[in-house]
């Protein structure tokens, strides 16, 4: 059974940065392309951004991109999402997923990932 923990979220005024982290359970982290995605209140899940098995390829929402930065750990099997100068609209849970066929970073549908984390809620004040 593979798990996936985020941590790093909180309660941060915009601007501010934080950086989540993503442990995943297992020896297999390096076969996984890696993503993120958030849900705000009311709203449907989103793709945030995506990198592949060994880091060599990313993508990112236009909404994001510029400002977050996926990265990655094989060895320590972690997934992390570096978020700079965040606004209010950035507010939602973030998850992290794993996708244990595919090696691109796109399609960026979250079907395409098998397994979830259970999220970490990122609130930004204006």
């Known amino acids: 059974q593979v798990q996936l923990v985020e941590s790093g979220g909180g309660l941060v005024q915009a601007g501010d940065s934080l950086r989540l982290s993503c442990a995943v359970s297992?020896?297999?982290?390096?076969?996984?392309?890696m993503g993120w995605f958030r849900q705000a209140p009311g709203k449907e899940r989103e793709f945030v951004a995506a990198?592949?098995?060994?880091?060599?390829?990313?993508y990112y929402a236009d909404s994001v991109k510029g400002r977050f930065t996926i990265s990655r750990d094989n060895a320590k099997n972690t997934v992390y999402l570096q978020m700079n100068s965040l606004k209010p609209e950035d507010t939602a849970v973030y998850y992290c997923?794993?996708?244990?066929?595919?090696?691109?970073?796109?399609?960026?549908?979250?079907?395409?990932?098998?397994?979830w984390g259970q999220g970490t809620q990122v609130t930004v004040s204006s």
């Open positions: 297992g020896r297999t982290f390096s076969s996984y392309t």
């Open positions: 997923a794993a996708d244990r066929h595919y090696a691109i970073v796109t399609p960026i549908t979250s079907e395409r990932y098998d397994y």
């Open positions: 990198i592949s098995r060994s880091a060599s390829n990313s």
